[in-house]
């Protein structure tokens, strides 16, 4: 039994893969400061979610999450109470704050200003958080704070920031207050309220785990008080997530049970199902068919057996023949629907395409420069650090934009690269990434 526990902790131990705790702390500090750079990104960032919102563009929605620095204060307000910091978390919350603020506002100026209202898919999706929304939150946060601690980023914090999204919700909220629907806004600040929460949960719960030092020592009383207050905030958090929750179980329990009646219950020879509809008010499963015409027995016979699928208190109503006179109607309705869902799932594929494309060219800069960092050691001893990224250099003269590769290296101290030196390093660069233009920026 020891020997399992020993194996076990070799395994899960985070503490053994933990960077530098100083340099961790310092990069979250900075990453929770919203001003200059880190303010216009975010606008930016905003005013892309919300393209993406108002043309239901899932690839622009995650391109917004991508570069949103959102993450910054939540993550840092986790450290803060992880460590007892109260000068990080005072920080952090003013910035969280001021970006939120920021978020809402620029999100309310878009949808004033553009001519397209109408909610679409991705929109609406943001205005009904569960406890779904809470797992992600609290896993991705989880994710977050082990990449961040551990050094081991790569593509952990661009998938937490998708996988969190905390952009669409505050962009849903501002269309919510340009449009004035307000459940709109409440469901969505709801959701990014608790995104906020749980992924600063989650934060706190690793550097805990992951023993970092306390910043200022706490007596036992005031360390229950803080644990008392992160548990109600949590659990008051959960409750309205919960009952939506249990009121999407039902409902769709319930629309199950509908379709499991109407497949084994109604299936008469020479009738075709057209639509079926369900009044809760009234209590009332409403159902249209065509072809042969099912008589008052055959629909007293299925009606008998609402209760087997709970249906029990509900009244089954066959609209048929004369008694219908929109049959044709409900007809070009699923007609026009299925060639609806035919056009959207040809859209999707496009666009999961197009982003599996763009991930690719993302992650194939970071996989070249691990492949030529052996060799760049040996090729250029004097250069410490080096990065690839790609951008767009645009001519002022031509109006001319050329997509180019940057390569930004770091020299030693009192070492210089000549001319010479650095066109042989932007021609060795160039040929080893196959790209059509590079550029290389000495520092």
Known sequence: MDRLKDALRRYFDLRRDKVDEAQTIANIRADASFRGANLWVLIFAIFTASLGLNVNSTAVIIGAMLISPLMG????????VGINDLDLLKTSAKNYAVA????????????????FKEAQSELLAR??????DVMIAFFGGAAGIVAIATGGKGNVIPGVAIATALMPPLCTAGYGLATGQWMFFLGAFYLFFINTVFIATATFLGVRLMGFDWHQEVSKEQG????????????????PAGIMTFDLVRKSLFNQDVARFVEQELSWNGTQILSQQVDRDA????????????????????????????????????????????????????????????????????QIRDLEIALDRYESLERLAEELQPEMRVLYPDITNFALARTVEQRTDTAVATPIVVAIVDVKERHQMSPQQQSQLAEWLQARSKVDSLRVIVQ
């Open 224 to 239: 229950r008080k803080a644990r008392r207050v992160l548990m109600w905030i949590v659990v008051l958090t959960m409750v």
């Open 100 to 115: 939120t603020l920021v978020s809402v506002v620029t999100a309310t100026v878009y949808f004033l200003l553009s001519p």
């Open 283 to 350: 209590k009332v499963l409403r159902v249209a068919v065509i072809g042969r015409e099912v008589d008052d027995e055959q629909i007293a016979l299925a009606e008998q057996h609402l209760a087997d699928y709970r249906l029990g208190e509900y009244h089954l109503s066959v609209i048929q023949g004369t008694q219908s006179d929109s049959l044709m109607q409900l007809v070009g309705q699923l007609e026009t629907t299925r060639s609806d869902y035919k056009h959207t799932a040809l859209q999707q594929s496009q």
């Open 127 to 132: 205005t009904a958080p569960t406890l779904y």
């Open 73 to 80: 204060p939540i993550v840092g307000m986790g450290l803060s």
